[in-house]
């Protein structure tokens, strides 16, 4: 089992910017993927990027390309989400997601999440 817990959120304008992190505890001593969601109020829970145990593959939503960098530091057990230029539309309670082998985007690939930090981006 791995535990993870998201930290970062809150409220900021548009165009700021705001460093997510997410600290993994439990089985850390697997190699998993991990990556970030989003869930806005009415809408379903999309994709915002992966990252590989090694970081070397990482994918982004077309939303987040360019204004978002996903990272991971494994001896701290952490992820983080670097977010700049941030809009409006970005408001959403952020989580981030493990998978145990393998890599995906799909929500259906994970399998552990933590319990999201909301992010607000006022106009």
């Known amino acids: 089992q791995v535990q993870l817990v998201e930290s970062g959120g809150g409220l900021v304008q548009t165009g700021g910017s705001l460093r997510l992190s997410c600290a993994a505890s439990g089985r850390t001593s697997s190699s998993y993927s991990m990556g970030w969601f989003r869930q806005a109020p009415g809408k379903e829970r999309e994709f915002v990027a992966a990252?590989?145990?090694?970081?070397?593959?990482?994918d982004y939503a077309d939303s987040a390309k360019g204004r978002f960098t996903i990272s991971r530091d494994n001896a701290k057990n952490t992820l983080y989400l670097e977010m700049n230029s941030l809009k409006p539309e970005d408001t959403a309670v952020y989580y981030c997601a493990a998978r145990r082998s393998g890599y995906g985007t799909r929500i259906e690939d994970y399998d552990y999440w933590g319990q999201g930090t909301q992010v607000t981006v006022s106009s």
């Open positions: 990252i590989s145990w090694t970081s070397w593959r990482i």
